[in-house]
């Protein structure tokens, strides 16, 4: 089992930047592939960022590709999603996942994501 939870949701005005945070716990952090969803209401579930277990790899959604950056520290056990240029069309839940390092190259459909926290609200003011 790993134990995923995220933090630093919150209101931002358009053109503003949040960070959020994911806090994993359990089994080896090392051993899985992480990646950041998010949902909006009355929309289906839809990728944002992942990174591989080593860090070297990094995937984005077209829509935040040069807003967002995702990073990840072993020692912490984290993962960081940077969200800078927010847009009110980014409004939404979002939620940390992990799945098994194997799985990257799926990492985009949530349905290979394992693990997932209970999410954290981003509201962008327009």
Not at 48 to 55: E, K, L, R, T
Not at 81 to 91: F, I, R, V
């Amino acid at each position: 089992q790993v134990q995923l939870v995220e933090s630093g949701g919150g209101l931002v005005q358009t053109g503003g930047s949040l960070g959020l945070s994911c806090a994993a716990s359990g089994r080896a952090f090392s051993s899985y592939a992480m990646g950041w969803f998010r949902q909006a209401p009355g929309k289906e579930r839809e990728f944002v960022a992942a990174i591989d277990w080593a860090g070297v790899s990094t995937l984005y959604a077209d829509s935040v590709k040069g807003r967002f950056t995702i990073s990840r520290d072993g020692a912490k056990s984290s993962v960081t999603l940077q969200m800078n240029g927010l847009k009110p069309e980014d409004t939404a839940v979002y939620y940390c996942a992990a799945t098994y390092y194997t799985n990257y190259g799926n990492i985009r459909r949530s349905h290979v994501m394992e693990y997932w926290g209970k999410g954290t609200l981003v509201t962008v003011s327009s």
